[in-house]
């Protein structure tokens, strides 16, 4: 049974059964909680007609390979993994693309948090290459609390092309770059846009840096020299969020 087939956490859960329900397997929860917030996801589950089982602690932490489930686990066939071909059918048919490119993220914390961000400023997908990053793992589900179930993760086999393809449909690429002679607030982040975030220790590979159509960088008075990736994202996703309301 692979890892990858788990997904765990209330929130998690919740998104899997609203957004997958025919996905879901079986559910596991643990032995005599009973609360408020489970109520809702064990009816959900009878609903679809899912078994639910109930573990001991410890049996939880073995399934999830973590402590961090909050007493509910379900195991479900993987979610169908999306390519470019993908993405290109999400361009045709929006309108005005507000998109989320992730180089390099290999930190499931981080791309958990990274997608929770996107959610929450109404981005219609994110990117990432296939090769060096993190993809969906259970991790990444928990962190993203349900938003890994609701934005479209797009893994493309070359990033650079993918970029290339992106501005060829009117899409303009800013990218995030400490070194940037422009700051992010005199950015234009209005009308078709992507987003280009690097690894924190890392920033934008040079050839994706290349890629981008502008750089911008995040004005930081401090003594620190970067922020988390996920925090990070999260200014430049509302800062466009706020042009874009303007």
């Known amino acids: 049974m692979k890892k990858q087939d788990f997904t765990f956490g209330i929130h998690a859960v919740e998104a899997l059964l609203k957004n997958s329900p025919e996905r879901v397997i079986e559910m596991w929860v643990l032995q005599g909680r009973d609360d408020q917030r489970l109520m809702p996801l064990l009816a959900m589950a009878a609903e679809y007609g899912v078994s639910v089982q109930q573990a001991s602690r410890k049996a939880l932490d073995d399934k999830a390979s973590s402590s961090q489930h909050q007493g509910v686990l379900v195991r479900a066939k993987p979610a169908k993994q999306l390519n470019d071909n993908d993405l290109q059918a999400l361009l045709d048919k929006t309108e005005t693309p507000f998109l989320l490119i992730l180089d390099g993220v290999t930190d499931p914390h981080n791309l958990g948090a990274c997608l929770r961000n996107a959610d929450a400023a109404g981005v219609h997908g994110v990117i990432v290459p ?32 993918t970029m290339k393809a992106l501005q060829e449909k009117g899409v303009w690429i800013v990218g995030a770059a400490g070194e940037a002679e422009h700051d992010l607030y005199k950015a234009d982040l209005k009308g078709p846009i992507a987003i280009a975030m690097g690894a924190e220790d890392k920033g934008l590979r040079r050839l994706t840096r290349e890629s981008c159509d502008s750089l911008a960088s995040i004005p930081m008075a401090g003594s620190v020299s970067s922020l988390n990736v996920s925090v990070a994202t999260g200014i430049c996703l509302f800062e466009a969020v706020r042009q874009r309301l303007g």
């Open 130 to 161: 296939r090769d060096n990053s993190v993809g969906l793992t259970p991790t990444v589900s928990k962190v993203a609390c349900g938003a890994a179930e609701v934005v479209p993760l797009f893994q493309v086999t070359n990033l650079a092309r």
